[in-house]
């Protein structure tokens, strides 16, 4: 596998977490799962690194401890076409215990930080009026193109 690839540790739910994204995400499939053994560290049959893809992007999991958890200080960011797609990647992702938050960004149910935007964002922000797309933006949990385009008008 070449480029870069994020590896995100989990506590002891990477396989969970894997099933998780790769239900959401269309375009995706699990790779190569490697599973602890008989001398451990983790339980025997528990996954130990689990190789995935979302649209295309490779990702690692590990089951690493509780040693380290996720923070908004990295996320991922998912690109939309339109309201439908932002809708759906935003409810699937907030979901049973996900937390949204401001300005496009949830955490997901294992604490990941992800920010659902359109991608008509980056052109509405510099805009004439994008002072105006950045006040709206920023009353938003969920981005709404149509406020923002009309906030651009």
């Known amino acids: 596998m070449k480029g870069i690839t ?18 959401v995400f269309k375009n995706s499939k699990v790779g190569h799962i490697s599973r602890y053994g ?3 560290p983790g339980p025997k049959g528990q ?15 590990l089951n690493g401890g509780p040693q380290f958890k996720f923070n908004e200080s990295v996320s991922f960011v998912i ?12 409810s699937k992702l907030s979901a049973d215990g996900g937390q949204e938050s401001m300005c496009g960004w949830l955490k997901d149910p294992f ?6 935007v359109p991608t008509v964002l980056s052109q509405l922000m510099t805009g004439p009026n ?7 933006l ?7 193109i149509a406020t923002l385009q009309k906030a651009a008008a």
């Open 6 to 23: 994020p590896f995100l540790w989990f506590n002891d739910d990477a396989e969970k977490a894997i099933q998780f994204y790769t239900s």
């Open 130 to 136: 994008a002072g105006r797309v950045m006040q709206a």
């Open 111 to 116: 604490g990941l930080s992800w920010q659902v």
């Open 47 to 61: 996954v130990m690194v689990g190789e995935f893809e979302l649209n295309g992007q490779p990702f690692m999991a």
């Open 79 to 90: 690109r939309c076409e339109n309201q439908a797609e932002i809708d759906y990647y935003w």
């Open 38 to 40: 008989d001398s451990g």
């Open 138 to 144: 920023l009353q938003m949990r969920k981005l709404d």
